[in-house]
């Protein structure tokens, strides 16, 4: 390679010569970046979705090739955040697709050191009889002056940012009509 040919194939060379003043498109090009492809642009679909972290509810959109998640953008479409995700929300594909997703029931029992691995079923009827079981032991009828309580301070839920509003609406209606006074989550749109 000849020195003018190398000076000129030179980021700012380009830059100060070309079309490219910012140095934001081809000046700031190498041979392999002109060679690389959004995987944004080669997806099969792309999903609308929310942004499952935290409560101000992002907008994003999920792009999907081969049936798998390849990247996870902000939609410029949502009044909420214009296109916009923090870096929590930016690298969310990671809560899809990492192999460190925990994705098995583990269950550690009382006085246990290790934790033990549970079929979904099994572990839901655990949950199903506990809750039964305090239910029944901290039922309150009436308080000491005979007025009607129909309560039980024996269970709570606390819900968590990935809860939609349909799965929020669902837990209130259970728990409440379970009795259960104490309902909290943090809240989505
Ligand atoms: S992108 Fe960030 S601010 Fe937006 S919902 Fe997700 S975690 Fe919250």
Known sequence: MGVRTWIEGWPVYRQLTGDDPL???AAAESQRSRALTARTSTADSVARSVCPYCAVGCGQRVYVKDRQVVQIEGDPDSPISRGRLCPKGSAS??????DRRQQRVLHRRPYATDWEELDLETAMDMIADRMVAAREATWEDADDDGNPLNRTLGFASLGGA????????LIKKLFTAMGALQIENQARI
């Open 23 to 25: 140095g934001r498109g």
């Open 93 to 98: 594909k990671s809560l899809v697709t990492s």
């Open 162 to 169: 990935t809860l939609d509003n349909e799965e929020n609406y």
